[in-house]
């Protein structure tokens, strides 16, 4: 299984168990983009560095597109981790991925963030 492991603060951890939270929001910059998107030289931040330079001298070019472009790693789930380095763990089909505005109340900025979705609870 290809797990995504994630660090959450009590909050948002809490509101995922309890299935009042549905979708985890990360920043939109290279560091997650090298996580969660596709492309042949994978693990190369340098490639994502310079995606994202480009990006702010194109502004017709959406942060959309890029999922469009490049599209998802493929996960099989999703495993939060409570706090940093947390032992208390819970493990969620990945659902998908998508890039937008999240909800405010479930602890998204207001600008643009990489939008996981989770299915349902494995672990």
Do not use: C
């Not at 009042?20 to 190369?44: I, T």
């Not at 999703?78 to 706090?83: D, E, N, P, S």
């Not at 819970?90 to 989770?118: H, N, S, T």
């Amino acid at each position: 299984m290809y797990a995504l492991d994630l660090s959450l603060k009590h909050e948002w951890f809490n509101m995922i168990a309890a299935g009042r939270k549905s979708e985890e929001y990360r920043d939109f910059r290279p560091y997650y983009a090298n996580r969660l998107l596709y492309h042949k030289n994978l693990g190369q931040k340098e490639y994502w560095d310079t995606i994202f330079a480009n990006m702010k001298n194109a502004p017709y070019y959406k942060p959309q597109q890029l999922l469009r472009d490049y599209g998802a790693r493929r996960y099989d789930a999703v495993r939060f981790h409570k706090g940093q380095g947390g032992k208390q763990t819970m493990l969620f089909e990945f659902a998908g991925l998508g890039i937008g505005k999240g909800r405010p109340e479930w602890g998204a900025p207001d600008e643009d963030v990489f939008i996981i979705k989770l299915g349902r609870r494995i672990g």
